[in-house]
């Protein structure tokens, strides 16, 4: 059991609490903010929703239960909140056009090397995030933030060999995306 697990058990004050959402937020912003990016394709909006959800940690957190890992129960609050965003009516009638892609600084030291992988990664990227959420979902969780079939279930309480299907299929319209672009 991680040491932020038992602080949830003997958690008395605000300070306690307030000291386990800080570590949350120090383990897990990062990866909660790329899997909420999934979801909205906004970076503004990403941000605003990781807020929210740490904010939703904080109020809940006398209701986690142990019955999963921390890891898991936050995921589950992040994915059941940008669930709950994209049904709003905001989302649905306010839409605004914003800038996806940031520049992602290359490690290579070539130039011709750098230009080449930041346009293969920006071509898968394009590719997973025009998926449908469904598969775009389950992409994200097992192969950027590497959750393993049944955590994927926990998270999003989709039965695994549902998510199995998703994934195989999820693979099949990545390859006929990416095999488009070749050809264009």
Do not use: G
């Not at 990062?30 to 929703?49: Q, W």
């Amino acid at each position: 059991m991680s040491e932020l697990e038992q602080w949830t058990m003997t958690f008395e004050n605000a300070d306690d609490k307030e000291q386990i959402i800080d570590q949350l937020m120090h383990d897990y912003s990062d990866s909660i903010l790329h899997l909420v990016f999934t979801y909205v394709k906004n970076r503004a909006t990403a941000e605003d929703l990781t807020q929210e959800i740490f904010i939703k940690c904080y109020e809940k957190l006398d209701q986690f239960n142990q019955r999963s890992t921390m890891k898991t129960w936050v995921y589950r609050i992040a994915s059941n909140h940008c669930k709950d965003y994209l049904r709003s009516w905001h989302y649905r009638k306010i839409r605004v056009s914003d800038r996806i892609w940031d520049s992602i600084p290359a490690k290579s030291k070539q130039v011709e090397d750098e230009v080449v992988a930041r346009s293969e990664e920006a071509s898968l990227s394009r590719a997973v995030l025009s998926l449908p959420i469904k598969y775009r979902e389950v992409v994200f969780l097992h192969y950027y933030e590497e959750l393993t079939l049944s955590e994927i279930s926990n998270v999003t309480t989709v039965n695994v060999n549902t998510l199995k299907t998703r994934l195989k299929r999820a693979k099949e319209l990545l390859k006929d995306k990416l095999n488009e672009e070749v050809y264009l």
